[in-house]
């Protein structure tokens, strides 16, 4: 009953062609199919859609957009300064806020968030002097 409901390869209902989950013809993929074929949309409008209803998010129906393979484009290739902006980004992520020491780790969001390290995340009594990631002299 279901696939009935979504069936709609005209657009006459929808506004678009529609069909149902994992009923879609050939020669057209999601964007996240076409990147594992190393295309892009490119621009092109959406094609066609899939629609499900999902017993999860309140038994909601989903939709899935589809384009065309034979329109997509290559994906572009990044440039060596692409390359370089994101590593630089990456490294961001790994310093500590507060000592701007290489965690050897990403951060999660809340540390980042909290502006410190695991290590620094215990809040000590230290006099003024001295920094919150510093290890005191035992």
Request: proline letters at 8%; a positive charge; aromatic letters at 8%.
């Given at each position: 009953?279901?696939?009935?409901r979504?069936?709609?390869?005209?657009?006459?209902?929808?506004?678009?062609?529609?069909?149902?989950?994992?009923?879609?013809?050939?020669?057209?993929?999601?964007?996240?199919?076409?990147?594992?074929?190393?295309?892009?949309?490119?621009?092109?409008d959406?094609?066609?859609?899939?629609?499900?209803?999902?017993?999860?998010?309140?038994?909601?129906v989903?939709?899935?957009y589809?384009?065309?393979?034979?329109?997509?484009?290559?994906?572009?290739?990044?440039?060596?300064?692409?390359?370089?902006?994101?590593?630089?980004?990456?490294?961001?992520?790994?310093?500590?806020?507060?000592?701007?020491?290489d965690?050897g780790?990403?951060?999660?969001?809340?540390?980042?968030?909290?502006?410190?390290?695991?290590?620094?995340?215990?809040?000590?009594?230290?006099?003024?002097?001295?920094?919150c990631?510093?290890?005191?002299?035992?």
């Open positions: 009953m279901t696939a009935v979504f069936y709609d390869p005209t657009g006459a209902k929808y506004g678009i062609p529609t069909y149902p989950y994992r009923l879609a013809p050939d020669g057209y993929a999601t964007r996240r199919q076409l990147r594992a074929q190393g295309l892009r949309p490119g621009g092109q959406i094609a066609a859609q899939v629609m499900w209803r999902t017993r999860r998010y309140g038994r909601r989903r939709v899935a589809l384009y065309r393979v034979d329109a997509a484009l290559p994906v572009r290739t990044m440039t060596p300064a692409k390359w370089a902006a994101l590593a630089k980004a990456n490294a961001a992520r790994r310093l500590c806020p507060r000592c701007d020491r965690a780790y990403t951060l999660p969001h809340l540390a980042r968030h909290l502006r410190r390290l695991r290590g620094c995340a215990r809040p000590r009594r230290m006099n003024r002097m001295e920094s990631c510093e290890q005191p002299d035992r």
